[in-house]
């Protein structure tokens, strides 16, 4: 079954909610039963990773606004956007981390989130600003067709 | 509660068991927790994450943390994480390169510390 449509939600800035945003973008995208599981997994992965970002930027910003999560379920592909108010960022400065075997790597708990969406999701498109930050994330359905 | 905790011991090792998921929400949890036994003398730890049904940067980062604290109190930490899907968090972000990824608590334990 395809189906088309978009699903928008309103979330608290707060950690408590991205199992909510997991749950809901997992159970929309399983509405398509081309998508297999591990690719779904994948997705709630991403928007995780986008979500969290989204709440550390509006709690580090002082902004209290809900973020929202919007979900456009096309035929083939879904599209997340995740939105937030915060003060933005340069997604071409992030730090680098040192080498993984390096023991400095342990001194840095975060800065692998963006690489991961980058990494799960088939798109990643990050527009940032003063006024807030767009995570766009697709993750392409396969057809009968396609090999993978 | 998402992520909720139970500890075990297997002398010299304490098995820290994580139920739920280790995000945001739960990597608050798990940095307590291990500041708690590694105050106690409790420096070699087992994390369990048999049970543990999601991942994210985020708790990576709780995990580098509690490697680092038990590190610097000269202890140690290993993992138990059979479920395929969390292993895939861990090599998507070369953390297999840093940590030994165990099947069981009998494995981790019987590991060279």
Redesign the interface.
């Given at each position: 079954m395809t189906v088309e449509g978009i699903v928008e939600l309103l979330v608290p800035a707060r950690?408590?909610y991205?199992?909510l945003v997991?749950a809901v973008v997992g159970e929309a995208a399983a509405v398509d039963s081309n998508l297999d599981p591990?690719r779904i997994?994948d997705l709630?992965?991403a928007v995780?990773?986008a979500a969290?970002n989204a709440?550390?930027a509006q709690v580090s910003s002082g902004v209290a606004d809900r973020i929202v999560v919007r979900c456009n379920l096309a035929a083939a592909q879904i599209e997340i956007e995740v939105t937030d108010r915060g003060t933005g960022f340069d997604p071409d400065h992030v730090r680098s981390l040192p080498d993984?075997?390096s023991p400095e790597?342990?001194?840095?708990?975060?800065?692998?989130?963006l690489?991961?969406m980058r990494?799960?999701a088939d798109e990643t498109s990050i527009e940032t600003g003063i006024d807030g930050t767009a995570v766009r994330l697709v993750v392409r359905i396969p057809t009968a067709g396609d090999e993978t | 509660m998402h992520l909720e905790f139970d500890r075990i011991s297997r002398d010299p090792w304490t098995v820290l068991v994580l139920r739920g998921d280790l995000d945001m929400a739960g990597a608050p949890g798990l940095r307590r927790e291990v500041a708690q036994l590694v105050a106690a003398g409790d420096n070699r730890l087992v994390l369990d994450l048999s049970a543990v049904d999601f991942i994210d940067s985020t708790g990576l980062g709780a995990v580098i943390g509690a490697l680092r604290r038990v590190r610097s109190h000269d202890g140690d930490l290993v993992l138990v994480c059979p479920e395929p899907r969390l292993q895939r968090v861990f090599e998507l972000c070369d953390l297999d390169r840093v940590f030994e990824l165990h099947g069981s608590v009998a494995t981790a334990v019987g590991a060279p510390a």
């Open positions: 950690p408590e991205l199992q997991r591990e997994a709630r992965l995780s990773e969290t709440i550390e993984v075997e790597r342990l001194e840095y708990e975060s800065g692998l989130g690489s991961l990494q799960l | -």
